[in-house]
T-cell receptor
């Protein structure tokens, strides 16, 4: 079975650019999560979808972060405009509806 | 809010020696959170190592064990004899608010290096 697929693996952006990260969850999983990982803050939840409906959009990240789930097998995370403090690893995860998560390998974003 | 504390950022152990990685938690949103250990091997994504949902019970996987201790609010990860292939980053986590979602609270992670 294919796991969670994230693209690209690495992204470099100039300050002010718009970037879009992509995620394909495990086939058949109902829940999809976007997490951000930094050395200072650790793993933080950005967004959470259940059956394509946005359940939580991570309050502090509402401003410039927008996650969408266009269909049950594809999600995007848009950051607009990017800032240097957005440099982090962005992780996508999916689950069958419980709390056991399957993670992708992540996208490492560097904002210059 | 909920929190998870891993006191050691890095641990180095010689192969075949025993290991303990400490994890304590504070769950204000739910009385009995589910507890997890996730692991990230070099070049790979985070994956579930073990999960325990009942206080007092022990979970085990790949030679690792962790016991859900509600009295001390701890969930330490142990292994009797580590191997070089166990070198990875280990994350303790809990599922608060609603254990039917993947809204997990993670610790900061412990980098384990096993020396040959």
């Amino acid at each position: 079975d294919a796991g969670v697929t994230q693209t690209p693996r690495h992204e470099v952006a100039e300050k002010g650019q718009t970037i879009i990260l992509k995620c394909e969850p495990v086939s058949g999983h109902n829940d999809l999560f976007w997490y951000r990982q930094t050395k200072i803050q650790g793993l933080e939840l950005l967004s959470y979808f259940r059956s394509k409906s946005l359940m939580e959009d991570g309050g502090a990240f509402k401003d410039r972060f927008k996650a969408e789930m266009l269909n049950s097998s594809f999600s995007t995370l848009k950051i607009q405009p990017t800032e240097p403090k957005d440099s982090a690893v962005y992780l996508c995860a999916s689950s069958l509806g419980g709390d056991t998560l399957y993670f992708g390998a992540g996208t490492r974003l560097s904002v210059l | 809010g909920d929190s998870v504390t891993q006191t050691e950022g890095q641990v180095t152990v010689s192969e075949s020696k025993s290991l303990i990685i400490n994890c304590t938690y504070s769950a204000t949103s739910i009385a009995y959170p589910n507890l997890f250990w996730y692991v990230r091997y070099p070049g790979e994504g985070l994956q579930l190592l073990l999960k325990v949902i009942t206080a007092g019970q022990k979970g085990s996987s790949r030679g690792f064990e962790a016991t859900y201790n509600k009295e001390t609010t701890s969930f330490h990860l142990q292994k009797a004899s580590v191997q070089e292939s166990d070198s990875a980053v280990y994350y303790c986590a809990l599922s608060g608010y609603n254990t039917n979602t993947g809204k997990l609270t993670f610790g900061d992670g412990t980098v384990l290096t096993v020396k040959p």
